[in-house]
Nanobody, 124 residues
């Protein structure tokens, strides 16, 4: 059974940083897409950052480029999202999700395994 569990969310002032973690278990595919998505109530879910585990491909939303960094620790089966220079527009529920190949990095289509989410709140 695939399980993804996020952690690391919280409240921070504008300009601050947070690091989100996503612990992945039960994924049997040798290569897959994994990433971070976020959603604000009343708005569509959007891609934040994703990567393909079988290569070096990564994707960042324009709104987070230069501020957020996605990474992974294969030994720990954990993915991370380092978020710097946070601003109030980054406030959202952040989700970790995985998709088996063929998979896309630029949208949430095909991502069938999702974590419960972790809330990030940035105050001005």
């Amino acid at each position: 059974q695939v399980q993804l569990v996020e952690s690391g969310g919280g409240s921070v002032q504008a300009g601050g940083s947070l690091r989100l973690s996503c612990a992945v278990s039960g994924y049997t595919y040798s290569a897959y897409c994994l990433g971070w998505f976020r959603q604000v109530p009343g708005k569509e879910r959007e891609v934040v950052a994703t990567f393909y585990s079988g290569g070096r491909s990564t994707y960042y939303a324009d709104s987070v480029k230069g501020r957020f960094t996605i990474s992974r620790d294969n030994a720990k089966n954990t993915a991370y999202l380092q978020m710097n220079s946070l601003n109030p527009e980054d406030t959202a529920m952040y989700y970790c999700a995985a998709a088996s190949p063929p998979c896309t990095l630029v949208k949430s289509d095909g991502y069938k395994d999702w974590g419960p989410g972790t809330q990030v709140t940035v105050s001005s």
